[in-house]
């Protein structure tokens, strides 16, 4: 549903908006928020998954604009820090739509949820009960609580944002008992309220199988809560990770399918352990946000590098890179790029885009076929870039982060503007 298209002299056209246009006014590089494919992709959720909760996982991106147009669309809100709850509040959203996730949630960021009002909190170690539990008697409050359970699946995507198999931070294992153990202590704490388990397997992942093995497990756990505790869990959370085509154009996952394979999926196995079927919760965060933006660059040198059999290959450099996307360096990420200031019926040339910084890592697109008269002045656009690339910029080599401009009927709204060096510089006490 994005609304990325060429005009007929070649240049791309985002959200009715004529990128030469959109760049005249506010440079590059610039991350270009899609509103329509934001919300559209938001309500394809909240409609597919219509018996679930919907919490949209603000780490993919966050910013108060983004935090109204997701309540308004009726989803839910998953922030992981005191800082994503600082943006959460200032933008008015209800702390009762808020979870708050994190294996190492400080003193300070519980107090000010509960403070809030939030309206569940996902632990995921018995320090963090102790510590929650002294919070919530010193404010006399009961917390509301899930707790996150690693349900020992070997999720199929990168290692790094794998989470849900034994060998790694988050969680209560369920092998080891530590979780029914969570879920018992929980249960026999005034102070704590239990809404029920928490399972997040993963991120990028395609195959629904992971998702389906996690609820089994899950429900086998509440089963024996239920069982052994005689408690009842009234919710479910399966977590995010929802995959997205980064590459092509086709969109491989759809929300209302998978919403009914794991609705299905669910009530059977509590059926069968005669088990009252718990809300269901899920969390998508690139699924809405990763396709409703791309990123546009000024190239600014080109330089043909010979590689073996006689072959080359064009280092195309841009005005931004891994300070501005670091997918591709940290995981291997694949993205692929167009020309967007105009047409060229030059041929193909095996291309790699590359950005300014000092280290030969920091490539956004490693391969892609370019027209071969890609020149510097030219723009460079690169899809998919709305998850886990403006919400991980950096400032590297004292680059400042580009701005999100949102995009909607011809219209542009800048959301977050560029940082400036006097930003940066704002942070050094020795400036003058
Ligand atoms: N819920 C929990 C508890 C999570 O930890 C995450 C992501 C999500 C939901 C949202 O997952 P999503 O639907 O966006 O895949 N920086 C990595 C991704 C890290 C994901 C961290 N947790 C990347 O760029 O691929």
């Known amino acids: 549903s994005s609304t990325a298209t060429k005009n007929t002299d070649g240049a791309l056209q985002v959200g009715g908006v004529d990128v030469r246009e959109l760049v005249a006014e506010h440079g590059t590089p610039a991350y270009l928020l899609d509103e329509a494919d934001f919300r559209a992709r938001a309500r394809a959720f909240r409609e597919g998954f219509k018996d ?42 209800d702390p009762k739509r808020l979870g708050f996730h994190g294996n190492n949630k400080s003193e300070a960021e519980l107090a000010r949820a509960l403070d809030a009002g939030i309206g569940r909190i996902i632990v995921d170690s018995f320090h963090e009960i102790e510590r929650l539990t002294r919070l919530a008697a010193e404010r006399g409050v009961v917390a509301p609580v899930m707790v996150r359970v690693t349900a020992g699946i070997e999720a199929h995507t990168h290692a790094y944002i794998a989470t849900a198999h034994q060998d790694q931070k988050f969680g209560f294992s369920i092998t080891t008992g530590d979780a029914f153990d969570a879920v018992a202590r929980i249960n026999e704490t005034a102070e704590l309220e239990l809404l029920g388990l928490h399972s997040h397997i993963g991120s990028q992942i395609f195959d629904s199988s ?59 196995e509590c059926k069968a352990l005669d088990l009252a079927v718990p809300k269901l919760s899920i969390e998508p965060g690139r699924a809405i946000v990763g396709p409703a933006v791309c990123t546009v660059y000024t190239v600014g040198t080109t330089k043909e590098v010979a ?126």
């Open 52 to 93: 679930f909760a919907v919490y949209y996982g603000g780490k993919a991106f966050l910013c108060t604009t983004v935090v109204r147009w997701v309540m308004e669309e009726g989803l839910n809100l998953d922030i992981c820090s005191g800082g994503e709850l600082a943006v959460a509040l200032r933008a008015g959203a």
């Open 307 to 432: 590689l073996d059999f006689g072959e080359s290959r064009t280092y195309v450099s841009v005005d931004g890179g891994m300070s501005d996307n670091i997918r591709t360096a940290l995981y291997d990420a694949d993205y692929s790029c167009t020309l967007a200031n105009r047409y060229s019926d030059e041929g193909p040339r095996l291309s790699r885009v590359v950005g300014k910084h000092c280290e030969s890592g920091d490539v956004v697109v490693k391969d892609e076929f370019l027209p071969a008269d890609v020149a510097p002045g030219d723009l460079v656009a690169v899809p998919g870039t709305g998850a886990y690339c403006r919400s991980m910029a950096s400032n590297y080599n004292h680059v400042p982060r580009p701005p999100v401009i949102a995009v909607k009927d011809g219209r542009t709204r800048v959301v977050v503007r560029r940082e400036t060096e006097d930003d940066m510089l704002s942070l050094d006490m020795g400036a003058e």
């Open 210 to 268: 992971g998702f389906e093995m996690a609820a089994r497990r899950l429900i086998a756990l509440h089963a024996r809560v239920s069982d052994e505790l005689g408690v009842d869990m009234p919710e479910l959370d399966l977590g995010g990770g929802f995959g997205i085509a980064y590459t092509t154009q086709d969109d491989p996952s759809d929300p209302a399918q998978l919403a009914t394979e794991l609705g299905k999926i669910v009530e059977h």
